[in-house]
């Protein structure tokens, strides 16, 4: 049964939701990890700057070129879009100075990854190769770097190490999004799959999980509770991993895959450890 057929999963799922959800969670497990008050601002924010840049991404063409034969799904997606980037804008103005300025970083990042730098260089989301990079690096920056700044934090060791582990687990399941995506991605792309091969990718990226696991031993106020959380997570993903198929729907990739930060950050609220919006 192909679930992306159900009309109100495909709105949630191409709407952006779900990966704006996982946005929020990464960001809940900064202010878990790195000792910080919860606050809204940057939450509501992360959730609503991550659903209309990501949908601008996907559909600015086609709402630009087809805007008056658009379906009812992409006409909602677009407006809802825009009530996303305008709660997103008000609440920018609320964060403080240092986390606006690494946002609007972020921001300009982001639109080179969608507009074309000149008639002759793509954007980054269509440069050969670095695509990931990118990816995983906004991720990163978005769910810990503003939150941690908002808060008064420097860039220190510990927040460079916990930047390092956020980007390896983005990388990691960038990697199964690929594999999956192959039967997609034009290879000019030069994607991990397309460079290193199926069966390589898996392995690179099922490697790097020893990384991601050992960092955590190496925080500020390391807490055993989380070798555990996280092994749950490197086991998890392991399958993921081993599932991944071009021949596998969207939906595996879309919902599945993009459910492990959230998992992660659930784990933590039902053993009590993490704001839940509060």
Known sequence: ???????LIDFYLNGSFHVAFSALAMTQMTYYLCHIPFDYNVSIMVFAGT????????????????????SPKFKGIFFISLIALAVATVTFFSISLKAQLTTIAL??????YAVPLGNNLPNLRNAAGIKVYVV????????????????GLDFSLDIFIKFVQRFLLCFIIMGVFEIVDLQFDSSKLRTLPQVWGERKTKIIVSLLLIPFYVIEFFKVGFQPIQAWNNL?????????????SPKRSKFFTLF???????????????????????
């Open 51 to 70: 659903l209309a840049s990501y949908n601008f991404i996907k559909f600015s063409s086609l709402w630009y070129r087809k805007k008056s034969e658009l």
């Open 232 to 244: 749950f997570i490197v086991l998890l993903t392991l399958v993921f991993i081993a599932y991944a």
């Open 107 to 112: 921001g300009l990042l982001s639109i080179l």
């Open 1 to 7: 049964m192909d679930l992306m057929k159900n009309k």
């Open 256 to 278: 599945w895959v993009e459910s492990v930060p959230i998992i992660w950050w659930l784990i933590v609220v039902f053993q009590g450890n993490a704001f839940v919006l509060e």
């Open 136 to 151: 995983c690096f906004s991720w990163a920056g978005v769910s810990l770097l503003i939150p941690a700044f908002n808060a």
